[in-house]
């Protein structure tokens, strides 16, 4: 089958995270996040892996860019560590932190890729979380002085600015199951994150607008579509509540001024007058990450999914059908601004052999997952990138460094690279891309 064709000025790049790869957790000046509390506190993650080294971007990250320019990428998703550039959160500037994401910046242009910033992928300062965190609503306006420094210091190089990346997983997997920093398992504390992350972006943005950052602003949110299993009334009902907590409690704040209702769905924040004003300030551009899809059984036990592409090493279905009718979906039901798919890939259990990885897995995948994208701007969605998460291997979380989503294969032990096979389809995918456009 011949490629599908996306536009001749689309941004093809990978995805990062600072506490997911920088590693020189105590260097420069940087203060401890939540996620450095968090990982060293025993049993929190799998074997007590933590950030401390990662993959050692902080020192490598000129080899890293010439990978990626190697790879014939013409851009990259990074986000900034705000306690690596506001140790406590608020007050002091780190001088060596901000120099950092500076020469950071300054080092992909010089490689021809395009930097997109994001501001907050989840290493909140642990000082702020010691005054209630994202639970308390002074941390959005400690967010909105952040911003606007960072705004103003990288708008004029950087091609988009992010505020939150997935803001569901901050509020959910870090104040409802526990599974993230804090660690918080209140339910009704996590609706009132989701509230104050959704607040701090809407006057992240009004004001670095106010400002004069030039660079495009929007926001990251982690969406799948919600399949029922049957087209039963109860399965279509729990269908309903789930893409509701998933999705629309992002959109339609964002997007229609208000929190979805669903039948089952009861815990709401507390609101303050005029907040849904803050929230829904334009966006330049709206950041998609899809993985896979929600499937819900109200069956018991639930009917399973029939994971006709298999599953990930996370266990998550492939199906990239998926991203086509999220992003179909949602253009249907909002009034859109331009998308980038700012993460999407897979975890899979690669090993390197002779200097190889054959990850054949991952190839199907996002050929699956760019595919599924063509066919959605066939159908009209703007979307003017993919970003594939990520560029190495890295620290994954609660799920420590067990579990491999890179392009690029990385041992901890001597942080040495190795380019996957995925690593060259993807250069090829995209060099063909280029060709056909004459370029
Ligand atoms: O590694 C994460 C990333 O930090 C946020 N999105 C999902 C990825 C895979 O779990």
Redesign the pocket.
């Given at each position: 089958m011949t490629d599908p064709r996306f536009p001749s000025d689309f941004h093809w790049g990978v995805?990062t995270?600072s506490y997911?790869i920088e590693g020189a957790a105590a260097e420069d000046g940087r203060g401890p996040s939540i996620w450095d509390t968090f990982a060293h506190t025993p049993g929190k993650t799998v074997n007590g892996d933590h950030g401390d080294v990662a993959c050692d971007h902080y020192h490598r990250y000129p080899q890293d860019f010439d990978l990626i320019a190697g790879l014939g990428l013409n851009a990259y998703r990074f986000s900034i560590a705000w306690p690596r550039v506001q140790p406590q959160g608020k007050g002091a500037w780190n001088a060596k932190g901000l120099a950092f994401y500076d020469r950071l910046v300054d080092a992909l242009l010089e490689r021809g890729i395009t930097p997109h910033a994001t501001l907050y992928?989840?290493d909140l300062p642990q000082a702020l979380q010691d005054e209630g965190g994202w639970l308390n609503r002074d941390t959005a306006l400690r967010f909105t002085d952040y911003a606007v420094t960072m705004g103003v210091r990288l708008g004029d190089r950087v091609a988009a600015i992010c505020t939150h990346?997935?803001p569901w997983?901050t509020a959910h997997l870090g104040h409802h199951s526990g599974k993230f920093a804090p660690g918080l398992k209140d339910p009704q504390a996590a609706v009132q994150v989701a509230h104050h992350l959704l607040l701090s972006h809407g006057l992240a943005l009004q004001a670095m607008r106010a400002a004069g950052v030039k660079a495009p602003l929007g926001i990251v949110l982690?969406q799948s579509p919600a399949v029922p299993a049957t087209d039963r009334a109860t399965d279509l009902a729990l269908a309903e509540r789930e893409y509701a907590l998933f999705v629309r409690w992002f959109m339609d704040p964002l997007f229609l001024k208000r929190y979805p209702t669903a039948s089952g769905v009861h815990l709401y924040p507390q609101v303050r007058e005029n907040d849904f004003d803050a929230i829904a300030q334009p966006l330049d551009f709206l950041g998609i990450?899809y993985?896979t899809r929600i499937w819900v059984s109200s069956e018991e036990p639930p009917r399973p999914a029939p994971r006709m592409d298999g599953v990930t090493d996370?266990g998550w279905e492939v199906y990239p059908q998926g991203l086509a009718d999220l992003l179909t979906g949602i253009h249907r039901e909002y009034k859109l601004p331009p998308i980038y798919i700012t993460?999407n890939?897979m975890?899979n259990a690669d090993t390197l052999v002779e200097g190889k990885v054959h990850d054949a897995q991952r190839i199907a995948y996002l050929k699956g997952h760019l595919e599924a994208l063509s066919r959605a701007i066939a159908a009209g969605v703007d979307v003017r990138g993919f970003f594939y998460?990520?560029l190495l291997d890295?620290?994954?979380?609660d799920?420590g460094y067990d579990?491999r989503?890179g392009l690029v294969h990385v041992d901890y032990a001597t942080q040495q690279r190795t380019l996957k096979d995925s690593a060259h389809w993807y250069r090829e995918f995209v060099a063909r891309q280029r060709a056909a456009h004459g370029a």
């Open positions: 995805a995270s997911q992928h989840w990346n997935e997983c982690n990450n993985y996370m993460e890939g975890a998460w990520s890295n620290y994954e979380w799920s579990k989503f």
